[in-house]
């Protein structure tokens, strides 16, 4: 029996997929479209929603179309009823120092929200990370899909 491909959404992919005006926007709706023709199962995490709401509310203020958040944010909605929303927060209390290390190893590069995601996804190696971000890259024991 074939497991399905499992992929874990980064912000910066669901703020490109989202929003239209994104330099990614159609790369994302490329890179969409092949996980679905492959059957893949799409999960979402407590992180990823809290980064795009405030990614794409600072979009809209600095454009001056701050009335525009609101159909983003449905958008947002929209996901998160489409797809798992995984809890990553509940790692903090137990990985706390851990995660904060990461982040001093990666001398900044990587923000608490990603070492979360870092420190996840070494636990479940076979699940693929959909991101632009390309910080990713650089974490041994993670599959950034691409």
């Given at each position: 029996m074939n497991e399905r491909n499992q992929?874990?959404?980064?912000?910066?992919?669901?703020?490109?997929?989202?929003?239209?005006a994104d330099v990614h926007h159609q790369k994302?709706?490329?890179?969409?479209?092949?996980?679905e023709a492959a059957e893949g199962e799409?999960?979402?995490?407590?992180?990823l929603i809290n980064e795009v709401l405030s990614v794409l509310a600072k979009r809209c203020e600095s454009r001056g179309r701050t009335g525009g958040f609101a159909s983003l944010a449905h958008s947002v909605t929209e996901w998160m009823y489409r797809c798992p929303i995984l809890?990553?927060?509940?790692?903090?209390?137990?990985?706390?120092l851990r995660l904060v290390s990461m982040m001093v190893h990666s001398k900044g590069l990587l923000n608490f929200h990603d070492c979360l995601?870092?420190?996840?996804?070494?636990?479940?190696?076979?699940?693929?990370l959909v991101t632009f971000d390309s910080d990713f890259e650089t974490q041994k024991g993670i599959r950034v899909f691409s």
């Open positions: 992929y874990l959404l980064d912000a910066s992919f669901v703020v490109a997929l989202i929003d239209a994302s709706l490329q890179v969409l479209e092949k996980i799409i999960f979402l995490s407590d992180v809890s990553l927060y509940e790692l903090v209390p137990k990985n706390y995601i870092v420190l996840f996804l070494k636990e479940l190696p076979q699940v693929h």
